[in-house]
DNA sequence: TAAAAAATCAAATCGTCATTAGATTATCAT
DNA sequence: ATGATAATCTAATGACGATTTGATTTTTTA
């Protein structure tokens, strides 16, 4: 009969949070699998209990991070606003996001490339592993299916906000790619207790967006 | 008495070079020095006689790639134009850099912190060997020190154009960031023979962050 | 409470590197 | 030409780290 988790467990999402943090210390070649048992009391090899190896709890990691803010800003795209108003609130969401977990963000931003080059290990190739393998695979591709619905989500916005005329005629493929990068690079150079907060970085970009730095 | 390298050699430019590729492709950790050696015909322990270890390797890219930039933009501070002009002209050469050379660029963004958590290895250590680790990470920090230089022929800009009255009194060092980190992603997602090229990218970057959004 | 499932661990495997040692070959300065 | 220096190679060395194997310990359900 199926049973429910034993409570003496350490949950999957208790793992999924420490590898976070060890990988933006460390980057994902450089974290060992007993560095992330560590952070949670556990030995290398009970890790695997919960994952089939460490590239599936990478994808763990990302998939945690990418849903979770796509769960924010979602509501925000299809709600009835200016779309200056949205973009905003997009703005705020993603940066304060990235400044409260900046692990997780930093994962998204640097570990990216782990994802793509996934080997398929050319290994003693049982046809169970090379399954198990193409499962990995098809999820590796899912998330960046997903990714770019999320940055799909900040076209969006931009191109109502052109059609609504209340937004220049910009290029919206790279005015939001010009966004994400400026917003990714925070989870690289935030730093807690810095001069200024999430919220605040947030609305400074959103003001350098919408206004740029001329005078009109 | 000293003798000019031997004309057989591959020369040190070629090995960092070959290194941003490798790099590029696979990252710090997933790079072996076998690749590197053999994207220039050599063998792994030639590389040796080039450099220290993989770290100096690393190190040695990144400071070309620096040099670089810094070269070519260093001078557009220096001259006299109206702000709004040299950033224009900041933006085109940073963005076309990195778009012709986004192997070093990425270098540049993503292998930062396999230099930050430069290892002290507790090896056998020889005080020959503890020399030499000192001196790469003192030139470590002389990087860090030099990257910030490069940040700050951006903050310098911005404050000029502001105490001119060219710009609106933005907040200087988070537009910087603003700017600094779209560009670094540029090399993240830049493909040759995309819809645009560096040039025309680096308008339209230039364009949004001068004007922004919204119409006056 | 007993069997089954879950969670964990210690120890062994098996590769893959970075780095070193010890030649060997090529090139230059005189 | 010839010794010195540079550049390279082949073959170890020594670690380290992902993953597997086979118990052992908990917890749960019936």
């Given at each position: 009969m199926a049973r429910k988790p034993a409570d003496q467990s350490v949950h999957k999402d208790d793992i999924i949070m420490a590898a976070a943090d060890v990988?933006?210390?460390?980057?994902?070649?450089?974290?060992?699998?007993?560095d992330i048992a560590a952070q949670v009391?556990?030995?290398?090899?009970?890790?695997?209990?919960?994952?089939?190896?460490?590239?599936?709890?990478?994808?763990?990691?990302?998939?945690?991070?990418?849903?979770?803010?796509?769960?924010e800003i979602e509501?925000?795209?299809?709600?009835?606003?200016?779309?200056?108003?949205?973009?905003?609130?997009?703005?705020?969401?993603?940066v304060v996001s990235l400044t409260q977990n900046t692990a997780v963000g930093a994962a998204m931003v640097f570990e990216i490339r782990s994802l793509m080059s996934l080997k398929t290990p050319p290994r003693n190739g049982s046809a169970f592993d090379a399954d198990a393998q193409q499962g990995l695979l098809q999820r590796r591709d899912t998330f960046?299916?997903?990714?770019?619905?999320f940055e799909d989500l900040f076209r969006r916005v931009l191109r109502e906000?052109?059609?609504?005329?209340?937004?220049?005629?910009?290029?919206?493929?790279i005015f939001s790619k010009m966004i994400l990068g400026a917003h990714n690079?925070?989870?690289?150079?935030?730093?807690?207790?810095?001069?200024l907060n999430g919220d605040q970085i947030a609305a400074l970009f959103a003001d350098g967006f919408l206004k740029g730095l001329l005078h009109e």
């Amino acid at each position: 009969m199926a049973r429910k988790p034993a409570d003496q467990s350490v949950h999957k999402d208790d793992i999924i949070m420490a590898a976070a943090d060890v990988l933006q210390r460390n980057g994902y070649e450089a974290t060992t699998m007993k560095d992330i048992a560590a952070q949670v009391n556990l030995t290398a090899a009970s890790l695997y209990h919960h994952f089939r190896n460490k590239d599936e709890l990478l994808l763990a990691v990302l998939e945690a991070g990418l849903d979770h803010v796509i769960g924010e800003i979602e509501p925000i795209v299809e709600s009835t606003r200016p779309c200056a108003e949205k973009l905003r609130l997009m703005i705020a969401l993603h940066v304060v996001s990235l400044t409260q977990n900046t692990a997780v963000g930093a994962a998204m931003v640097f570990e990216i490339r782990s994802l793509m080059s996934l080997k398929t290990p050319p290994r003693n190739g049982s046809a169970f592993d090379a399954d198990a393998q193409q499962g990995l695979l098809q999820r590796r591709d899912t998330f960046f299916a997903r990714r770019d619905y999320f940055e799909d989500l900040f076209r969006r916005v931009l191109r109502e906000g052109i059609a609504v005329g209340e937004f220049k005629p910009i290029d919206v493929p790279i005015f939001s790619k010009m966004i994400l990068g400026a917003h990714n690079w925070v989870s690289v150079w935030y730093r807690e207790g810095g001069r200024l907060n999430g919220d605040q970085i947030a609305a400074l970009f959103a003001d350098g967006f919408l206004k740029g730095l001329l005078h009109e």
